[in-house]
């Protein structure tokens, strides 16, 4: 009935949210699964890792914002097609006197000379313009306007025909810097599954370390009680029985250390997969067998692995993206080409009385171009700049490939090293345990001093806890080179 009620209890304290509104229901169903089984494995882990973390669910969000724009981009390729109305009113109003008689009199004047030229020559000509207009000007008429309310309607289609490539360009950076956006999202996964992997170990060693600590204190509480009986037998000094308890006082304290680690651990893995941090979850224990056995194939190939990596593939997309640079800037400088359609209606403006547009339509064609001439070389000066910068990624690209080479081979050197250790330990624990055996057996007979039983139950204890550290060592360190070899998978 107990358990039952721990359990309840427990499911309804790991089920509550902590991701996502999404991603609650994904989450739930692993923590149902922890509490059920009590054991989560590593790929779970890693999915649920994957799931809530903050930031890679940032960098999704990034990617997102790189894939719009691209698309917004890509629309620069196509008309872009607008409507504009316009409805405006106005107080102006006003008069006008329309010269009229001085064109009559110039065109009279002018039928006169040729019609008898003899006899009105260019200077009577001029003459008689110039008093027929004087005697017409009174007739000159008086035109009133208003403009009231103005209306007016168009639909107008902007075609660029050609940019120099800028529209070009720009759509290929857009579409890099999307590949680059995916590039982060998924660098910050492989950082998350790595961070997993070594928060998952970590609790996997203090499970090991918990019970290489039961064993040495289950081994002096054996010899404690041994050498109690015999102290009670008049076979054993006090003074034997006083170091036994020391002995066993450490142990006691190694026991309560391990079961903090374990504590530390497990919130650690729970901070990781987004769970609370009071959650009482356990882990599987990896097979090691076949692991230890394919580190050399593995890290034999270091060298030709390094185009996997995300970092470099950035990287090389940032080179990428500094080249069309140089054809943007290169594009800001070429003759420029576009069509402009625009038609409409408009309505409006009284002339003596009547609309001067009473809902007319027209329509606008044209073609625009722009040449640019000079500029006390602006643009050459700009189109050097791209160039160097693009230089100076592929420089960059090129002194962090030598690097990443380096770190890789170091890794490898760590992974080597450390299976050399393993292996040395499994030997001394080998040897412990077999000096242990006889020093026992030794201590059984009267052959041997008591210390020298303790001091074998300690160098058992300390080999064994190598070997658990060297483990450890083996697992983070084999997985930071598969992080720098390109071999994270998730």
């Known amino acids: 009935m107990k358990r039952t009620i721990l359990f309840a209890a427990l499911l309804l304290f790991v089920g509550n949210p902590l991701c996502m509104k999404a991603q609650e229901s994904a989450s739930t169903k692993d923590a149902v699964m922890v509490l059920d089984r009590h ?13 809530c973390n903050k930031s890679v669910q940032a960098a999704h969000h990034q990617a997102n914002k790189y894939s719009y724009t691209r698309e917004a981009l890509r629309a620069n390729f196509f008309p872009n097609i607008k409507l504009t109305v316009a409805d405006v009113y106005s107080t102006i109003d006003g008069s006008s006197t329309v010269n009229m008689s001085t064109p009559v009199a110039q065109f009279t004047a002018q039928q006169l000379h040729d019609a008898v030229p003899f006899l009105v ?19 000159d008429p008086d035109i009133d306007f208003k403009a009231k309310n103005i209306f007016s309607a168009a639909l107008t289609l902007e075609q660029p025909i050609y940019a120099g490539g800028k529209i070009v360009a720009a759509h290929r950076m857009g579409k890099i810097g ?5 590039k982060g999202e998924q660098l910050s996964r492989e950082e998350i599954v790595v961070a997993v992997y070594e928060g998952y170990q970590l609790l996997v060693k203090a499970k090991e370390m918990k019970m290489v600590a039961d064993r040495y204190d289950s081994l002096l509480t054996q010899l404690s009680n041994d050498v109690s009986s015999a102290v009670k037998h008049g076979m054993a000094s006090h003074n034997d029985e006083l170091k036994v308890k020391v002995k066993k006082n450490d142990a006691e304290l190694k026991v309560r250390q391990a079961e903090n680690g374990i504590r530390l651990a497990r919130m650690n893995l729970c901070q990781l997969v987004g769970l609370p941090l009071t959650a009482v979850i356990d882990v599987e224990a990896a097979d090691d067998a076949d692991f230890v056995a394919s580190l050399g194939m593995e890290t034999s190939t270091a060298e030709c692995l390094v185009e996997n990596r995300t970092d470099y593939q950035i990287l090389d997309l940032k080179r990428q993206l500094a080249e069309q640079k140089v054809n943007l ?3 800001e400088f070429m003759p420029q080409l576009g069509l402009l359609v625009q038609g409409g209606v ?7 009385g009547n609309k001067l547009f009473n809902h007319k339509p027209f329509l606008n064609i044209g073609a625009v171009l722009s040449v640019p001439i000079f500029h006390a070389c602006e643009g050459r000066n700009k189109i050097r700049a791209a160039k160097e910068e693009a230089e100076q990624e592929r420089m960059e690209q090129q002194n962090y490939v ?6 890789l081979q170091q890794h490898a050197n760590e992974v080597d090293e450390a299976v050399l250790e393993m292996t040395m330990h499994k030997r001394n624990l080998e040897q412990c ?3 242990l055996r006889i020093s026992r057996k030794s201590y059984e007979v009267g052959m041997e001093p008591l210390s020298d039983l303790l001091t074998a139950q300690l160098m058992w204890q300390q080999s064994y806890a190598e070997l658990v550290e060297a483990r450890y060592q083996v697992k983070i360190k084999m997985t930071r080179w598969r992080k720098a070899a390109g071999q994270i998978s998730f």
């Open 329 to 331: 800037e290169r594009a």
């Open 433 to 435: 345990e077999e000096n």
């Open 121 to 139: 020559r260019e200077t009577f000509q001029r003459r008689i313009a110039e008093q027929l207009a004087a005697k017409l000007e009174p007739l």
């Open 402 to 407: 030598e690097k990443m080479n380096l770190e």
């Open 39 to 51: 054991v989560l494995s590593l790929d779970s882990c890693v999915q649920m890792a994957l799931r």
């Open 346 to 352: 408009i309505d409006g403006i009284e002339l003596v």
């Open 178 to 182: 999307e590949e680059m956006a995916a």
